[in-house]
Every structure is written in C-alpha cells, then in structure tokens.
C-alpha cells in the first residue's frame, strides 16, 4: 500500500511522495485507532480518500505559497530544466555505485528469483519476447503471471538499491 | 467516488495515464484504482516497467517517447526508477555475455599459458595430440616404404628395359647374320644349281660328243711306223690310250707337244692309269681343233711321292685330216 501511495502521490508529481504516503498511513492508522475499524469503505479505498485529502492539502499550500522549496513539484517544467544529472547523462560513478549496489542486491535474492530477473531481461525486443515465452513454458505460468513475478522481484531490488545507494 | 467494478484493464490505456495523456476525470478514476484495487495497481505497475524498459531500450518513438522525456522524467522518483532500469538492463546484458567469454577466456588463457610453459594441454587434449603424432608417423612411415618401393621398382624396371634393349640388339645382329647366312646359302645354292644345270648341259653335250679313239705304245728305238688318227670334220675329243709298261708310279702327267718346235700344245691334270686288258694305260682326251695335220708327240710323266717328276716315254702319232 505504502508503494502504490508513493506511485499516486508521485503520478501528481509531488516532491516529496514518500513523506505524502507516509503522512496518509499515518491518517489512516489514527483513524483505525479512533474508530477501531472502518466498515464502509475497503481499507484500500479508505487509503485512496485519505490520499486525495493529503494531496489536497498539498496543493492548497503550494497555492498559498507556504510550501518550502523542497515541496514544489517540478511538474509542467520542460526536458531542459530537469537536473541534467537525472536525464540519462548521469555521473558515471553514481551508475557505477548504483551497478554496484544492483550486484549486491541481486545476490541477497534467492537463486531462483535472481535467475528469474536476470534472464527476464536478458534479451532486446522479439528475442526478448521469444525468452520471456519460454521461461513462461518452462515455469508453468502464463505471461501475464511470469511478468506479475519478474515485476516483484524488480520491485524488491529497486528498494533495495536505493536503500545501498542512500548508504555513506 | 466510482465503482470498483471487475474489468480488464487496457494497457494502452494504462500507457496515457502514466503519460499524462488522460482527461482529469479518467486520471482521476484510474487514480482510485492505482490504489484501491490490487489487480489494477499491480497491472499498472508491470505497465510502468515496461514503458521504463522501453526507453532505456530506446524502443519508445513519437508522441510517447515526448511525452515521456517531458512529463514522466519531470519527478526525482521517476528518474530514479529510469536509472534503476538502465543498471539492471546493463547488468542483465553482462551476465548474459560474461558466462560463455568469461570460460572461453579463462579457457584460452589457461591454454596459452600453458603451451607457452612448455606444458601440454592436459589430458583431454594429450589425447587426441597424441594420436595424430601417431597418426602422422604412421602415415610418415608409409610414405617412406612406398617410395622406397617405386624407388626400387623403378631401377628394376629401368634395368629390365636395359635388358630388353640389348636383347634386342643382339636379336637383331642375329637376324642380319642369319640373313646373311640364308643370302649366301641362297646364292650357293644358285651356282649348284647354275653349275648342276651346266653339269647337265655338259652331260648333254659330252653325250652328243663325237670322238675319236687312239690306242699308242710307247716309242721305242728302232720303231719306223707312227700310229696315225683319221679326223674327220665334226670331231670334237682325241681320246688317247697310252700303255704303261711298269707301274712305278701313282700319278702320272700328259703333255702334248709339237715335235718340229717342241712346243707344248695342251698339258693334262695329275691322272692315275686305268686298266687296259692285263695292263696297264693312262687316258688322256684333248679337243680334237688342238690338232692339225701333222705329227704330234704326246710325252708321259710319273710323279713320284718324294722326288721330282720323271719321264716316263713318249707316244707319237700323226693326224689326218678328212
């Protein structure tokens, strides 16, 4: 839940998504502690209103030009004003520690996930494709399950690569 | 708020969404859903990585590729997510590649050094080295025994047709002798039988010759009569007797000799005396064109073994011509 909210609240292109989607569980949880159960909504849709509202309130003291500078978004800036460290061109030795982190993370993974993740993205276009469809067979699992899979393990390495690139 | 109803979710759809290319009001539903409904945020989040593997893959193109570098790379977030997706495509590449090159490499520089040591290449390559060592000697081997034998079949060959040559030779020389042989033989035998023919001839001719006959004694002292001979035309031999009185000897000569000149007009072969009644004459014929008329002397001469000749008498006789 705590992802999809940092996805949503990042999709708004909000600076600081992670703080957003923490500030909505911590909404949800007091509500939880309040109430002692919510019975009308799913939980999950429960997170999604709280979510609005925490968005809402974003937006209104961005409006009021009481957000700081780490709250503005950069939404609607063009290519030209993004960092030029984030648009592709990168510092080689952050891609080299990020390769680095990615080697560690990769070889926290069980065997079999990490030789799933590795050959699911092992090829480029129709070899790609032909691959993934025999790993599916091979596996026993449909295509869009096998992708269902592979995009866990990404999910998990992804956290835990910009975990070791945070480090010192 | 809207109703979470069961669907199935269009990925193109999903694709706008997460290009900011949707109405509010479907952003807005499809932001209910990104966090309420665990089918579609899963959905949208495989979605998410393949339009991230897209760019990093360089496959994104026109509006898309546009709209990503625009609104999607406009959060630290996202731009993270496209660095993540960068290293993990690197990465995957590598460990693609790396397995195979990294065996065949360590492969091949095991190899090389150990071929530069000195050292062989380990059992499962000695083998097969080894027996094309063996295979080469051998083939070596065989090479060397059949030039050896041409080598030898040659030289017999080539003497054999020394041979043959000189064979040939001496044949030939043979074949000229034996021709030559045959030549002569042929030639002698075409004078046999020239001479046999001639022989015949003569036989022929002495059986038609005509002759005429003396029989003389030797002369004696006190003798006043002279045997003569009548010739008459058409006579061709004189055929002449003369008695012996003594055998002194095995061989004995004729000569005819005109007594007025004392001119030797034909003298005979060795002869040997025939018999003639009890005694003895020697047989002398002449052509009978030597004679004229006129008185002739015919003298006999003995021819000892060991001395010299000795006059043994002498015949006279006349010719008349008729």
């Known amino acids: 839940m705590r992802r999809r909210l940092v996805s949503y609240f990042d999709r708004k292109n909000c600076l600081s998504p992670d703080d957003l989607a923490d500030e909505t569980l911590n909404r949800v949880a007091q509500k939880l502690e309040e109430k002692g159960s919510i019975t009308d909504l799913t939980p999950a849709h429960y997170c999604y209103i709280v979510a609005k509202f925490v968005f809402m309130e974003y937006l209104r003291r961005a409006d009021r030009g009481l957000a700081g500078l780490d ?35 990769l070889n926290k993974l069980e065997p079999g996930e990490r030789d799933l993740i590795l050959e699911y993205y092992q090829d480029e276009q129709r070899a790609k494709i032909e691959r993934r469809a025999q790993m599916a067979a091979r596996l026993g699992l449909s295509m869009n399950a096998l992708s269902i899979r592979a995009c866990r393990i990404r999910n998990k390495l992804e956290v835990c690569v910009r975990t070791c690139c945070r480090e010192p | 708020m809207s109703s979470l109803g069961k669907q199935t979710y269009d990925d193109q759809v999903l694709l706008r969404y997460l290009l900011g290319l949707l109405t509010a009001e479907e952003t807005e539903h499809l932001d209910e859903l990104s966090i309420a409904d665990d089918e579609f945020a899963l959905r949208l989040n495989v979605v998410e990585n393949e339009l ?54 360590s492969a091949d520089v095991r190899v090389k050094r150990e071929l530069s040591q000195g050292a062989s290449p380990g059992p499962m390559l000695a083998i097969p080295r080894l027996r094309l060592q063996w295979v080469l000697a051998g083939a070596t081997l065989a090479m060397l025994l059949a030039a050896g034998y041409l080598f030898v079949q040659n030289y017999r060959l080539e003497t054999q047709i020394t041979e043959a040559r000189a064979k040939r030779i001496r044949l030939d020389q043979r074949q000229q002798e034996l021709q030559k042989e045959l030549n002569d033989q042929r030639s002698a035998n075409a004078q046999t039988l020239n001479e046999l023919e001639r022989v015949r001839v003569s036989q022929t001719n002495l059986d038609q010759l005509k002759t005429v006959s003396l029989f003389l004694m030797p002369q004696t002292r006190g003798a006043t009569g002279v045997a003569s001979v009548s010739l008459h035309p058409g006579t061709d031999l004189v055929v002449l007797l003369l008695a012996v009185e003594s055998e ?64 043994v008498g002498g015949y006279p006789f006349r010719v008349v011509l008729k």
């Open chain 1, 71 to 105: 709250e503005l978004s950069h939404s609607g800036l063009p290519q030209s004003q993004v960092p030029e460290s984030f648009t592709g061109d990168a510092d080689l030795d952050d891609k080299e520690r990020e390769l680095a982190c990615l080697e560690r993370c």
């Open chain 2, 52 to 105: 991230v593997d897209a760019y990093v893959s360089n496959d994104l193109s026109g509006q898309n590729l546009e709209q990503f570098k625009t609104f999607y790379l406009s959060t630290v977030e996202r731009r993270q997510r496209v660095a993540f997706a960068e290293a993990l495509r690197v990465f995957a590449k590598g460990t693609a590649a790396a397995p195979s090159r990294t065996a065949t490499l």
């Open chain 2, 248 to 311: 002194d000897f095995s061989a004995y000569r004729v000569t005819l000799k005109d007594p007025a000149t004392n001119q030797v007009l034909w003298r005979s072969t060795t002869l040997a005396s025939v018999p003639a009644g009890e005694k003895k004459a020697i047989s002398v014929s002449f052509r009978a064109s030597l004679l004229k008329q006129q008185n002739y002397i015919v003298e006999l001469t003995g021819i000892p073994a060991r001395s010299a000749p000795e006059l």
